[in-house]
């Protein structure tokens, strides 16, 4: 049973295409054909999208990849409306860049353990390759490769599919602009690094200006201790045989919050994560090598680094966030919390489990009026009304030191307000993912796009145990007149296979919704 989740969060009248599997779209229990059309009508300003499994944790076990959308013009692919396209010369598929967390184990086997220690990745990837043991030589063979020529400007689109790595993107003796995040074109921001939290999409134009040869792509993990991947940039114009990059990769010493993470009861299955800081499975942590016995110094801190303030990054062509001198039209105050000893989190007291009955089946089915009573309690579902100015006042109560990527389906919204800082109405960020501490983030977006919604931390294991709810955004609209949602024969008869198989089945043998 699969779902894909396709995040082009600006598709208008899209919701059956773009959602979460038991919120939007039934369970396939069979194979069942369906092709799915992308209209490019709405999509994302910059193209770029990713797409991922969405049922229980199916795309830790690599059921992920991206999308990027391009224009053929004489046999090139060319935006004629980006806005940044002056700042580039080669925008293709070698230059995007799938970031992601390996496990060795399979999910399922992680879920049903209610380990936390076991939800600390093994490893991760670039563009699929990467090292478990950095003993294993660095060489095109096992890290992904992008060939540049000098002089010339690339544009890297860097998506994060990560179940729960946040990484820190660098290229060793080149500086990155950031030129757009999660669809969104920005500000150019130059930086030497930049964070980038799992779902997070960030755009970057980069000049390939230093001496030919072989340098590291950094990618190491911000929120899992001594965990790093790495790619290569090899330079065209070096005609002599493969070189390692001269001098070390890029590591990240991990904060004494991420520690503290690692180590918080939570459910049956909590227990100390400092026994396996010094490697998952009984893998030794290493200092930065090349190969079998070159042995490569760590980086030492540089406090001169440019690092991407998330904060500043502010929209290129930006829209108010509703009007910055009234109050919005109506505020939803939410609070994630954890349940430590059941191991499950909570919006508002309510940990979400997902319905029989999809929330866009429930308000097509409607005759009367939807209501929030017409959901079942745990799928936490709260109507939105059309048009209006909402403000989500997003914090947590759970006393662990973590930073969750927040993403709401359906819309780009602005970040107002970071925790107890002030208040930016004026240029603030915008995006669907938002990292979110304890300390909250406030966040505006208009009623625009009526169909049901879904809001969840992208930290998967968080997801299945409980982090999520649906905002039902104008339902009346959803079943007529010219915002409804136009679902395909199709899509109508997924519902019937599911239940025609779900009858079929002894009751040992219907699946755990």
């Not at 995007?96 to 399922?108: A, K």
């Not at 669809?183 to 200006?209: H, K, S």
């Not at 960020?429 to 979110?436: A, E, F, H, I």
């Amino acid at each position: 049973m699969v779902m894909v989740e396709v995040h082009a969060r600006v598709m208008a009248r899209s919701t059956f295409l773009v959602s979460v599997s038991l919120f939007a779209s039934a369970v396939l229990a069979r194979t069942v054909e369906y092709n799915l059309k992308i209209s490019n009508g709405k999509i994302a300003p910059d193209g770029v999208e990713r797409k991922s499994a969405t049922l229980g944790t199916q795309y830790a076990d690599g059921l992920r990849g991206p999308i990027v959308i391009y224009m053929i013009i004489h046999f090139a692919m060319i935006d004629p409306d980006d806005p940044h396209k002056h700042l580039y010369d080669v925008d293709n598929s070698d230059t995007v860049l799938v970031l992601g967390d390996w496990y060795h184990s399979s999910s399922t086997a992680i879920e049903a353990s209610g380990n936390i220690t076991l939800q600390r990745p093994d490893s991760a990837t670039i563009n699929g390759k990467g090292r478990f043991d950095d003993t294993i030589p660095a060489n095109p063979e096992t890290l992904y490769t992008l060939k540049v020529k000098r002089g010339k400007r690339y544009r890297l689109r860097v998506i994060n599919t990560g179940v729960i790595a946040s990484h820190r993107f660098s290229i060793q003796d080149h500086k990155c602009t950031v030129i757009a995040s999660d669809g969104t074109p920005t500000e150019p921001y130059t930086v030497d690094q930049f964070n980038i939290l799992a779902a997070q999409r960030r755009d970057c134009v980069f000049t390939a200006d230093q001496a030919p040869g072989t340098y590291w792509i950094n990618a190491p993990l911000t929120n899992v201790a001594n965990k790093t991947v790495q790619a290569l940039l090899v330079y065209e114009d070096d005609s002599g045989p493969y070189q390692p990059p001269k001098g070390p990769y890029d590591t990240c010493s991990v904060s004494e919050d991420v520690m503290k993470y690692w180590t918080h009861r939570h459910g049956h299955g909590h227990g100390s994560m400092l026994a396996s800081m010094l490697g998952h499975g009984g893998h030794k942590v290493r200092s930065g090598r090349i190969g079998v016995g070159h042995k490569v110094a760590k980086r030492q801190a540089n406090t001169t680094l440019v690092v991407l303030d998330e904060t500043k990054l502010a929209p290129l062509n930006y829209k108010v966030p509703c009007n910055p001198n009234k109050p919005a039209d109506m505020t939803v105050d939410l609070t994630f919390s954890l349940g430590q000893a059941a191991g499950t989190w909570a919006i508002n007291n309510i940990t979400y489990k997902s319905p029989y009955d999809p929330a866009l089946l429930t308000i097509l089915k409607d005759k009367d009026g939807v209501t929030e009573s017409d959901f079942s309690p745990t799928a936490h579902t709260v109507i939105l009304p059309k048009s209006k100015c909402i403000e989500f006042n997003l914090k947590g109560s759970s006393g662990i030191p973590i930073t969750h990527p927040v993403h709401l389906h359906g819309h780009t919204f602005s970040v107002v307000q970071y925790g107890n800082s002030a208040p930016n109405y004026i240029n603030p960020p915008q995006g669907d993912v938002v990292g979110t501490p304890d300390s909250g983030v406030r966040f505006r977006f208009m009623t625009d796009n009526p169909g049901p919604w879904f809001l969840h931390c992208h930290i998967d294991w968080h997801l299945v145990e409980g982090f999520a709810m649906v905002f039902a955004e104008a339902p009346e609209a959803v079943k007529e007149g010219s915002e409804s949602v136009p679902v395909d024969s199709k899509w109508s008869k997924l519902c019937a296979a599911y239940d025609e198989w779900f009858k079929s089945q002894s009751e040992t043998q219907n699946p755990d919704l």
